[in-house]
Every structure is written in C-alpha cells, then in structure tokens.
C-alpha cells in the first residue's frame, strides 16, 4: 500500500470548514484513498473513500488531485464533536494479495475549537 | 443501525495469564479482523480471518494469539500468556464483502491491562 503524509495536526473553528490534506505520491492506479476518524479512544469510523473523482456524503467531501498525488478531506461545517484524529489510508479496493487490512498511520489531530 | 460489539469493555490480568476477547461482528458480514492500539501509539493490524481461517495476520501475529469463530456469531481473540506489552485496547472489525465501495466497521474496543 502506498505511504500518506499528513500534518500532525491541526485547528479549527466550530461552524467553519475543516480541510485537513493528505499526501499519496506513490500511490498506483488501483489503489483507492480511504479516510477514516477516531475520536478519543473509540474504534476508528469510516468516513468516506473514492478513487479519481471527487465524493461527497451525509459526512464529508473528498478531493482527488486530477494527478491522484494527493487529496483532501473536507468537513464543511465542522462541530466540537468532530475533534478527533483523522487518517488518510491509500490502498486497494479488493483482492489481490491484501484480504482488506487498513494500515494507519499518525493521523492528524483535528482539534475544533468554540 | 447494526453494529460490531465488543466484551469486555476492560480486562485486567496478570502477566502469564490468559484472556479471551469476545467480539460479535454485524450479522451479515464474512470478513473479520482484530487490530490493536497501544496508547499514544497507532492502530495496528493483527489478523484477517474469513471463511472460518486466517487469511492475513500481521508480525505481531505470533504463537501466543490465535482467533476463532466458534459458534457463527462470536469471534474471539485468544492471548495463551500474556505479557506486559500485550495491555492496549483491541478493536474488531468486520466487512460485508471484499470490494472497495464497503468499508470496515469497528467495535468500540476492549481496554487490556496486563499487570
């Protein structure tokens, strides 16, 4: 699976949009970037994922570069409760070698301010 | 809205002993998986199991742990003999299908203390 890079951490404040960016400049053509949260010690909550074009659900938005080196994951009105550390994950959709595991790195810390 | 279970909350034991961890995944899901996260550090993957046998398990993986699905419903996490480094929370996962539109879900992870 491909490495990610993304900033340790970083602020927000309550009603504004979060943009938290991820970098993937490995990442190979069947691989799918997946962005998952953890808040607190809870287990880690999916939160979206996409391949080329950009997603949106009832959660967030994802942003694909058009070169598919990097992305961003986008929370438009971002709540106290969405303080949390939040994983960008690069790997394949299904099959091949991998049954499905998730390998998570750092995280940035996303912390939503009053 | 269904969703992964995990008992208990919190294990204490003692070095040497073993523990059981007990996970229901969602009904209608073939794919598990245990992963663990010692605090301030990040979650690691231990084991895939489907089909009633471990598909992928990691380094960490070694003779003293082992899973099970005994009964259809349940799946567990055996440790034979616990060590000090063994204490963190668990989480268990489970997926409906192996395609990339279908995420995993987590339980919300059992807290082991191994004193």
């Known amino acids: 699976d491909a490495k990610t890079t993304q900033p340790p951490s970083m602020d927000c404040a309550e009603g504004r949009a979060a943009n938290l960016p991820c970098n993937h400049s490995?990442?190979?053509?069947?691989?799918?970037v997946y962005w998952y949260r953890q808040i607190h010690s809870q287990g880690p909550q999916y939160i979206i994922h996409g391949l080329k074009n950009n997603e949106t659900n009832e959660m967030a938005s994802l942003i694909i570069t058009e070169d598919r080196k990097s992305s961003t994951l986008i929370l438009p009105h971002a709540t106290l409760r969405d303080t949390a550390v939040y994983y960008c994950?690069?790997?394949?959709?299904?099959?091949?070698?991998?049954?499905?595991?998730?390998?998570f790195g750092q995280g940035t810390i996303l912390t939503v301010h009053p | 809205e269904p969703e992964v279970t995990q008992t208990p909350s919190h294990q204490v034991t003692q070095m040497g002993q073993e523990v059981i961890l007990r996970c229901v995944p969602i009904s209608n899901h073939l794919y598990f998986y245990w992963y663990r996260q010692i605090l301030g550090q990040k979650v690691e993957f231990l084991v895939s199991?489907?089909?009633?046998?471990?598909?992928?398990k990691s380094e960490i993986f070694d003779d003293q742990f082992s899973v099970e699905r005994p009964d259809g419903s349940n799946f567990t996490l055996k440790i034979r003999s616990t060590k000090l480094e063994d204490s963190a929370m668990y989480f268990c996962?489970?997926?409906?299908?192996?395609?990339?539109?279908?995420?995993?879900?987590f339980g919300p992870g059992t807290r082991l203390t191994v004193l």
């Open positions: 994950i690069v790997r394949v959709g299904a099959g091949g070698t991998s049954y499905g595991k998730l390998t």
């Open positions: 996962a489970s997926r409906v299908r192996l395609a990339a539109n279908n995420e995993q879900f």
């Open positions: 490995t990442i190979s053509g069947n691989e799918y």
């Open positions: 199991f489907y089909n009633n046998e471990i598909s992928e």
